[in-house]
């Protein structure tokens, strides 16, 4: 079976704050993604790699990046933490080829206060 | 754009009483439909692969189907441990595994 491990299930940090969330999977995949999923809005794709040291934008960006030094291991990076980044994120992998599911993690639910 | 709409948002069943759940999706070209279940505070579960119009696969009470513009979800008898929320995801089709999600709908089977 495929593990997808988050480092955290829940996490509360601080307003400023720089946070690390980590991902790591266990299945060799070449593709991890990073979501938030907030109610009513559904999931939504922050970032992604395809391979080691490659990132690529999703559709929010904004106000996070990320780093893939292995390719494992798949982190999550807000660089100055705000309350609306308030949020369950999820890590997924997958196989590179064509129509594979992803297969997700348990979730972080990040509070910033 | 390519879109995936799930109805109902939410659908409250008593225990045995069979339904369907609908995702309708807009893409060109379908290169697979997945099914997924979320617990509360927990991440999506897997459940299905479907990849081509008249497909269908079975797992226990639940049954998907697949046409050329939507896909349901049928749960036969259910039990209160049906209880979830059910996504359907497409394949992005100018990525290399991107998957585009509805917003779920919420089952609640009530004994």
């Known amino acids: 079976d495929v593990k997808v491990t988050q480092s955290s299930r829940y996490l509360v940090k601080r307003t400023g704050e720089k946070v690390f969330l980590e991902c790591v999977q266990d299945m060799d995949h070449e593709n991890m993604f990073w979501y938030r999923q907030d109610p009513g809005l559904g999931l939504r794709l922050i970032y992604f790699s395809y391979d080691v040291k490659m990132k690529e934008k999703g559709d929010i960006p904004e106000g996070y990046s990320v780093s893939r030094e292995k390719k494992e291991r798949f982190s999550l990076i807000l660089e100055s933490a705000s309350t609306n980044q308030t949020s369950m994120y999820l890590c997924?992998?997958?196989?590179?080829?064509?129509?594979?599911?992803?297969?997700f993690g348990d979730g972080t639910r990040l509070s910033i206060l | 754009e390519d879109q995936v709409t799930q109805s109902p948002e939410a659908l409250r069943l008593q225990e045995g009483e069979s339904s369907s759940l609908n995702c309708s999706y807009t893409v060109s070209g379908l290169r697979g439909l997945f099914w997924y279940r979320q617990d509360p505070g927990k991440g999506p579960e897997f459940l299905f692969t479907?990849?081509?119009a008249g497909e269908e696969k079975e797992k226990e009470r639940l049954k998907a189907t697949l046409t050329k513009k939507e896909s349901f979800l049928h749960i036969t008898a259910p039990k209160p441990e049906d209880s979830a929320t059910y996504l359907c995801?497409?394949?992005?089709?100018?990525?290399?595994?991107?998957?585009?999600f509805g917003k779920g709908t919420k089952l609640s089977v009530k004994p």
């Open positions: 479907l990849y081509s």
């Open positions: 995801a497409v394949v992005d089709g100018g990525s290399q595994g991107n998957l585009i």
């Open positions: 997924a992998s997958s196989l590179i080829r064509t129509a594979q599911p992803q297969h």
